[in-house]
């Protein structure tokens, strides 16, 4: 059954985008994606998103070299979540690990109790598998 | 290796949370988490979100009985997304399906180009598993 769907960008023109390898099935990271970034990931193969921080599509591992290749886009069920399916080459962190998700969560401690967040702290054991070494595939 | 960690819930206090099926590795939905949120999922074992149209906390499956038992969170790199390994009861979307990312994209075409995204659609193929019927379990 084919269908359209509007996909609901929101305010800010952006949603977000799970990645996930398709051979082990682990979710590798999480970046957000503009209609350009998706357009461009569906036409090209490779994967794009949109960086809030330097405001700005960018393609996995443009500087890497650690591209994915993506075999299926999809969309959730409100249209405002897409899931990327792909093939990683070498690791999808900066950190060098394989998935962004290398910290697992031991412990909650939340910071005070009238409802501001910013002192909610986690204690965290690494648990990913790094697969390069940052400082030689990023140095300038 | 132990660390601590403080959780960047930004501006509106959440962050974006994936939901992976713990056997099947199968990416089940996307939802946001408060620090209360993640509070009462760690201390529980069973996935809380917060709906942001609702504007309120929730514990998933309170309403259909297709509970989450967290077996692990993870938090990515830059502190800013979870992610729960979770036992599914049932299926995660309320489309009746188990995974909300049951529609593959086959095509994009951008609305404009003048940069405005909102007219932006896609084509999809229902590619998913459909394990109960919505209206018999959501019904008033």
């Known amino acids: 059954m084919e269908d359209d769907v509007t996909v609901d960008f929101g305010a800010d023109g952006l949603v977000p985008a799970v990645a996930q390898d398709a051979e082990t099935g682990e979710v590798l990271m999480l970046a957000y994606v503009s209609a350009e970034a998706l357009e461009r990931t569906h036409e090209t193969g490779r994967a794009h998103y949109y960086s809030r921080s330097r405001d700005e ?28 399916v792909v093939e990683q080459d070498g690791g999808a962190c900066h950190t060098g690990h394989r998935s962004c998700f290398y910290r697992a969560i031991d412990g909650v401690s939340v910071g005070d109790t009238n409802g501001d967040s910013s002192g909610t702290m986690v204690d965290v054991e690494n648990v990913g598998e790094q697969v390069f070494d940052p400082d030689a595939v990023y140095e300038a």
């Open 57 to 84: 599509l960018w393609e996995k591992g443009k500087t890497s070299g650690h591209v994915q290749r993506v075999e299926e886009i999809r969309v959730d069920c409100d249209a405002d979540t897409l899931l990327y």
